[in-house]
């Protein structure tokens, strides 16, 4: 190789080891002033790409949905700016800006390209069945569904609580030394944490318990990843163990959600301010169990072996 360079003159190597210092700073300059010029329209438009390839892959839109599709999401965002967050703010503050819209429009149009092409090189596979169901699920499945499930009794959680608090609030009399009197009983305001933490428990008990048990292992979660928490038949009281079994490793998983530093008032924080270090530790056993084991512990518990997806 050394012997081939060394046929060439030093002038064309002199060039050949100065030209690619020599043609970046003559395109820096030109570069500096496009990014200074074009940067947001190419920034909003390469953020619309992603919303295109979603739209035409996953959600499986024709182009012509998907490119009126980011126009509408582009023009609210516009809309957005120029009225101040729809007059949560007294005026505007950001200008409407249609080159925004154009480019938005073409990011989507782009997006839709690339999941074209790439839909060309790997087709999409054929949607499972509704009754096609994982009774077998990896670690990430298992995460995912109760992630899902997690969202669910949040929201109904919250509902709950912010509900009672209004009323509370709207019906009970305060009292001089911070107390309230409701129904003819006295309470402090950590009545509404604790009735909080009973909703809380309630929403799981009907999402990881009771759903479940009524559908073949499916939880809303479930139903949505096509995935049963039962990896194994049971019936009478060994289904009533795994269930049991089951919700006691949740409980303590969950307690990451406790506040780990403070009183522990978080609604799944039963242990106070050790909450969070039980929760964590938990989930570090149950890390490891899967890692040797390559299942839970409740699903040890006897049963049929069932099919997988």
């Known amino acids: ?81 120029l009225t101040g967050m729809w007059h949560l703010y007294p005026c505007s503050y950001r ?3 249609v080159n925004d819209l154009m480019t938005n429009t073409l990011g989507a149009m782009v997006g839709c390209l690339i999941a074209w092409a790439y839909g060309l090189l790997v087709p999409v596979r054929r949607a499972a069945d509704a009754d096609d169901v994982n009774a077998r699920p990896d670690l990430l ?12 009794v949040g ?30 009983t006295t309470f402090s305001i950590g009545v509404i944490d604790k009735t909080a933490r009973i909703f809380a428990l309630l929403a799981f008990a ?5 759903i479940p048990a009524a559908h073949r292992g499916q939880t809303l979660g479930g139903m949505f990843t096509h995935m049963s928490v039962e990896t194994k038949a049971r019936q009478g009281w060994l289904r009533v163990v795994f269930y049991v079994g089951r919700t006691l490793v949740l409980v303590l998983a969950l307690q990451i959600l406790g506040v780990g530093n403070g009183t ?37 518990i006897p049963g049929a072996v069932v099919g997988g997806d």
């Not at 008032?265 to 390559?294: D, E, H, M, Q």
């Open 1 to 81: 190789m050394i012997t081939y360079v060394k046929a060439f003159s030093t002038s064309f190597m002199l060039a050949l080891v100065v030209w690619p210092f020599l043609s970046a700073f003559l395109t820096l300059p030109i570069l500096a002033g496009m990014f200074h010029r074009y940067h947001r329209l190419r920034t909003s438009a390469v953020l619309f790409v992603p919303l295109g390839f979603a739209l035409y892959r996953w959600a499986r839109w024709r182009s012509y949905a998907v490119i009126p599709a980011g126009l509408l999401v582009s023009l609210l965002i516009e809309t957005s700016r």
């Open 95 to 97: 200008q409407f800006d």
């Open 141 to 152: 499945h298992r995460v995912v569904t109760l992630a899902i499930d997690m969202v669910f």
């Open 155 to 184: 929201i109904v959680t919250g509902t709950c609580a912010i509900g009672f608090a209004y009323w509370f609030h709207k019906t009970a009399t305060p009292l001089p030394d911070g107390t309230f009197r409701l129904l003819g």
């Open 206 to 210: 009907v999402f990881e318990i009771w």
């Open 264 to 300: 522990g008032s978080n609604v799944f924080g039963l242990f106070g301010a050790s909450s969070a270090r039980i929760g964590w530790t938990a989930i570090a056993a149950l890390a490891l169990f899967w890692l040797v084991a390559r299942q839970m512990p409740y699903d040890l």
